[in-house]
C-alpha cells in the first residue's frame, strides 16, 4: 500500500486536493499535527468533497507517534533538497511505502532530512524557482510509484456516456 504523510499541513484547499488524489489512487492519508486549518473547514470538503467517503485518513499528534504507529515498510522523504530523483528510485511491491511530505512554507524539517538523506526524493524543476505546490507534488510522486506496479486495482480504460461521432 501507498501511504501519504502529511507533515503539518498548512493549506486546506492542498490538504483537500491531496485526500481527492488519495481517495481515488487508494493510498491512505497520515495527517501530524499541528495542521493549519480544521479538518472540519469546509475549503477541505469542497476540494474533495464527493470522494471523502472512499478515503482512508489517520492523523497523529505529532512525528514521535506517527513513527510510533508505522514502523513497518519504506520511507521516503520527499523534499528540493533530496538528491535522487523520484522517478529514479524503485519502490518496493512487497512493502508498505510511505512518502513523507512537508509543510508548505518550509518543508520537512532539516534535521529528520539529516537523518534519513538516503531516502530524500525529488522532483526535477527549474532551480531558480522554490518549489511545486504540495498537492501537485504528492500527486506525481504517488503516480510514479502506482506506474511501477502497473497501476494496481486502479482502471485503465474510460468510456464515453454517449455515442462517438
Known sequence: MIHIVLYEPEIPQNTGNISRTCAVTGCHLHLIEPLGFELSDRTIRRAGLDY???????????????????????????????????????YPKDRDIYFVFGKESHGLPEPLLKANYDRCIRIPMLGFVRS??????????????????????????????????
Open 52 to 90: 471523502w467517503q472512499y478515503l482512508t485518513v489517520s492523523r497523529y499528534a505529532n512525528w514521535e507517534e506517527f513513527v510510533s504507529k508505522n514502523q513497518d515498510g519504506e520511507f521516503y522523504f520527499c523534499s528540493t533538497k533530496g538528491q535522487k530523483c523520484h522517478s529514479e528510485a524503485e
Open 132 to 165: 511545486l505546490n504540495l498537492s501537485n507534488a504528492v500527486a506525481i510522486v504517488a503516480y510514479e510509484a502506482l506506474r511501477q506496479f502497473d497501476y494496481p486495482n486502479l482502471s485503465d480504460e474510460g468510456h464515453l456516456t454517449g455515442r462517438p461521432d
